[in-house]
DNA sequence: TGTTGGATGTTAAACGTTTTACATTATCTC
DNA sequence: GAGATAATGTAAAACGTTTAACATCCAACA
């Protein structure tokens, strides 16, 4: 059986193609009896209109893309999570565009939006992956595009994302107030903007404080379990120990925890531990992990909606939404024990 | 300035539009020159090629649709994660189809094939998401579709996934030869095949060791930290107290233990407690979780390379790919202490 | 009775490619 | 130099829709 297609059912129902795309697209341009009578023998062969076709036609491919360093990272799955669900709320699609953070992947996926293939697109990123000004693209022809969490640099997009810069303040004032002064620091990627901007928020805190950073307490990791674990390992063998320490995701934070465990550390006895994300495990591992919460799936639908709006055609009414975090005190951060050094 | 196409090339280039086109896909078709030439047009305006109209003609959409319970689950987005790796290795975009449990949704991923809009499913439910034989469809006439972890009914599908009989034997069998009789199972939804298959597992290895299931100790949940909570919550409230917990997820797991802490048992002191997946977090929590480990990311290759080939043409050698799993001993399951039921 | 206009249906031109079949030219063989 | 073959290019027909423009019919109205 050959492909069935607009024109088989047009035969069987007895009226022109165009009847059946208005019986389907527009009713109300055809009367009730030709509508049922087409819908009938649509439904008897069991017709999917030709979406490919359809886009083609119409120039709107129906999808967007969603271009993401990790959908196995626990914060990234939950905010894809919420810009599928509301993406398909509004009749859309999305594309996964997991990149593992390379950029010819950003930029194969960007693509994609240039080809008719996606409408749209979400990037969590910090990278523009198209060629801007020079003879190429001007920044006004760019496909839909929204930046999520991280920012690409290009303040005519709207993004959406926390305020990075008090979010570490916060997390670290939260360690100051309790007493800790030799405050270690695991950044992710410092490639990407939230990092850089945690990274100042941390320095204000403590120069606010009147704390010096301990540069030997400070790694340049990266977002996983795994950069969590060397990070650890490496803080855990310096002559000065930290007290405490802030890390930039939560998965970081459980993989210091489990090092510290393995090295007979207690946290938070011997050393406080700070996350960010706050992820759904963060509440369910022991101790319970004190975290700056962002709300992901609030980030999620806010991207999609913005991005859906754009393709309408309705200009954001601002640019920069920043979403609140929150400092979730939990039990792993504690007061410094002073009796610590001996 | 209108969207341009391959029309503009092919005048700013002076050649004609099927050139152009061979120029792209089929180098060798024309001369060096003018593939340069036409390299050249096309480089300097920044054309992109229509990848609606040239998947129209070609009827490949080059997407394929992932239709899973819930990316933010780490199990799932696992083998999501490999699915788009080994896709877009070979070329190939993933549509994301996250269903939460909803059929209504399946169905409505599935129909991208119908529609053009993908050329191929990988299925992880239970639930054939098309109405087969009774005049509709018939299952030879499916898209190329490959069943991933579950068994949606029909051996003529390709599927992949553990053999969830045995490892759930394997699983109570390692409880059981830790002297365990009290036994309590937390199951994921009982909706699922690998759900009904451990289930399954479970009974034959305890009847096998000739200990009877205490009805009381299996908690119908679903597999969710929070079905593992719930189910903890309700489990510690039977006079008789389970000495072990198996749990048909990690996520579960994770969410029994939080609440066996919280309580003040000691695991696996008080009470030991196995997962199922090993989730990147397993051996990073505390106690480092004992579970039966599945290989994610060679369910989520094997799914994308048969689909693909499956796509092209190709007949799998075998229908049932199963997967090895593997019991990974950890620190959350030990020796029954005789004594506890004091 | 002629005019207007709404309701319903159809024709045909797009949309931007790929690809078959054909045309032209160049190259080779004898 | 004839004929065959290879190399290169092109015209035009698809692919399956949507949609603007037009046609027809009929009721309503003056």
Redesign the interface.
């Known amino acids: 059986?050959a492909?069935i297609g607009i024109k088989d059912i047009a035969a069987k129902a007895g009226v022109s193609i165009a009847t059946v795309s208005h019986a389907f697209r527009n009713p109300g341009r055809v009367s009730e009896q030709t509508r049922r009578k087409v819908l009938a023998a649509a439904d008897e062969v069991?017709y999917?209109?030709?979406?490919?076709?359809r886009?083609?036609r119409t120039?709107r491919?129906g999808?967007i893309v969603?271009i993401i360093p990790?959908?196995?990272d626990?914060h990234n799955?939950?905010i894809?999570?919420a810009i599928?669900?509301t993406a398909?709320a509004r009749g859309y699609?999305?594309?996964?565009g997991?990149t593992q953070g390379s950029p010819q992947?950003e930029r194969e996926f960007a693509?994609?939006a240039?080809?008719?293939?996606a409408d749209g697109i979400i990037l969590m990123s910090h990278r523009m992956p198209f060629r801007i000004g020079e003879g190429?693209?001007d920044i006004d022809?760019l496909p839909p595009l929204v930046n999520g969490c991280e920012f690409a640099g290009y303040d005519e997009l709207p993004m959406v994302g926390i305020d990075d810069f008090t979010a570490a303040v916060d997390a670290a004032n939260h360690l100051i107030d309790l007493g800790h002064k030799d405050i270690a620091l695991v950044t992710g990627d410092m490639a990407t903007t939230s990092s850089r901007r945690r990274l100042d928020g941390f320095s204000r805190a403590m120069a606010d404080a009147g704390i010096e950073i301990n540069d030997r307490l400070v790694v340049y990791g990266e977002y996983t379990?795994g950069g969590g674990?060397a990070a650890a390992r490496s803080l855990l063998m310096e002559k000065q120990r930290p007290s405490a320490i802030l890390c930039f995701s939560d998965e970081i934070a459980?993989?210091c925890?489990?090092v510290l465990?393995e090295r007979g550390f207690d946290v938070p006895g011997d050393i406080s531990v700070i996350g960010f994300d706050n992820i759904?495990?963060a509440?369910?591992?022991?101790p319970?992990l004190t975290t700056i919460a962002q709300p992901a799936a609030d980030i999620g639908t806010t991207c999609a909606a913005l991005l859906l709006d754009l393709i309408d055609g309705k200009r954001p009414d601002k640019m920069r939404h920043v979403m609140p975090h929150e400092l979730l005190v939990r039990e792993s951060t504690a007061p410094v024990f002073d009796g610590r050094r001996t």
Chains 1, 2 share one sequence.
């Open positions: 059986m492909k069991g999917a209109p030709n979406r490919l076709a886009s083609l120039a491919s999808c969603a990790d959908v196995a626990n799955s939950g894809i999570k599928e669900k398909h699609s999305v594309l996964l997991d992947r693509a994609m240039r080809s008719g293939q190429q693209l022809e379990l674990e459980l993989g925890m489990a465990r759904p495990f509440r369910y591992v022991a319970p």
